[in-house]
């Protein structure tokens, strides 16, 4: 299992976020975790954008949020 967290600042709302996590391989499994109220349920992953190294994040809200970003990568294998 190898995971990453990575903490960023969202943008306003719609503007998507390109965040790199590093695994080299696309995660199987990530999820965010706000680090302020303001960020609670108001930011997410946009479908199909898990890549290997990198992945898109947007943000529902009218101002900045910071946020925790978790990837893991859990049964893959790297080279």
Known sequence: ?????????????????TVTHGLR???????IEPV????LGRTRVVPGT???????IVNSIQ???TVDLFVML???TLY
């Open 25 to 31: 391989m696309a995660p199987e499994l990530w999820w």
């Open 74 to 76: 859990l049964k893959g």
């Open 50 to 56: 898990a890549l290997t190294n990198t992945i898109n």
């Open 1 to 17: 299992m190898i995971w990453r967290r990575i903490q960023r600042r969202t943008l306003s709302t719609g503007v998507t976020l």
């Open 36 to 39: 302020s109220d303001r960020a």
């Open 63 to 65: 101002t900045t949020a």
